[in-house]
């Protein structure tokens, strides 16, 4: 035990202050003992036993009330000296029993803290489970390319030579289980050949901001076309974003070819471009 020196040299001061004490008490001659001058020469003095040769201690315990009082604190002393090591037993059985309860309140507190966070866990992995269950998922990308001229302010009839664009249309279609409320469409041209992960330029692509709502099961074109100069053969890429009824924000990327008609009114084709990652949902 970590007091146990100390509590030790506490008791041993303690009892030999009560012996010290007690032996200061028999050493002091006893109030009715007189010291008599000596008036008789040696030779008539009488011969003296060894009983009469010390009557101090002869009657210390019997005629002495000092030497009893003495004794009686020297032995009560030690019944003090003996119940103080009794106490200091106890008391380190009870120091000892309180460290195993408290160890074992810390194991019980840790088990529980474990049994909680696996709850917690638990009960996340219900939560995602649910969240992906029951939220919506827009399936998004071109459905129709047309080649058109481009409507010039004042112009009433276009006639060959006339600058023409393409005109892209992005459908859209909830295939999840709830309502889904689209918020902004990003879509780019270009002829270069792509990456392997999907980057997006905000500047050199169109942006447009909506507030369209798709229930299950329903399919509706992006309200704002996207359209481009060049006639030529490119790539057409992009995404549409949108919210759940959690209001978490999701992605439905797309990326496709584009072989476009040079005839106005003409529809082209439309094909699959760009690795999975450029047409993944998230």
């Known amino acids: ?15 030999v202050a009560v012996f010290a004490t007690s032996m200061v008490f028999a050493s002091r001659p006893s109030p009715q003992q007189s ?4 008036s008789e020469s040696r ?6 036993s060894s009983a009469d040769s010390d009557p101090a201690w002869s009657t210390w315990l019997t005629k002495d009330a000092s030497g009893f009082f003495t004794a009686a ?5 030690l019944i003090q000296a003996v119940l103080f090591f009794v ?6 059985q009870s120091l000892g029993d309180t460290k195993a309860a408290a160890t074992a309140a810390r194991d019980a507190a840790t088990a529980a803290k474990q049994q909680v ?34 409507n010039t302010p004042g112009a009433i009839v276009f006639r060959p030579g006339d600058p023409m664009e393409l005109v892209v249309t992005v459908g859209m279609k909830n295939t999840g289980r709830t309502r889904a409320a689209i918020t902004c469409a990003h879509g780019e041209f270009s002829k270069n050949s792509l990456g392997d992960t999907p980057t997006y330029n905000r500047l050199i692509g ?8 798709l229930s299950p099961g329903e399919s509706h074109d992006f309200p704002f076309p996207f359209r481009c100069p060049d006639m030529s053969d490119q790539t057409f890429f992009g995404y549409v974003e949108y919210k759940d009824i959690f209001k ?15 005839e106005n009114g003409k529809s082209g084709t439309i094909q699959f471009a760009g690795g999975d990652a450029w047409r993944e949902c998230d």
Do not use: W
């Open 1 to 15: 035990m970590r007091f146990r020196v100390p509590e030790l040299f506490l008791g041993c001061l303690l009892t």
């Open 35 to 38: 010291v008599h001058p000596v």
């Open 43 to 48: 030779s008539t003095l009488k011969p003296t």
């Open 73 to 77: 604190q020297a032995f009560i002393g």
């Open 87 to 92: 106490q200091l037993r106890f008391m380190r």
């Open 117 to 150: 966070d696996v709850a917690k866990a638990q009960i996340d992995v219900t939560k995602i489970g649910i969240f992906d269950l029951e939220r919506a998922y827009i399936d998004a990308g071109p459905v129709e390319l047309k080649t058109q001229y481009v």
């Open 206 to 213: 169109e942006t447009y901001l909506t507030d369209v709502s």
């Open 248 to 262: 978490n924000a999701h992605k439905s990327r797309f990326c496709a070819r584009l072989r476009p008609s040079h």
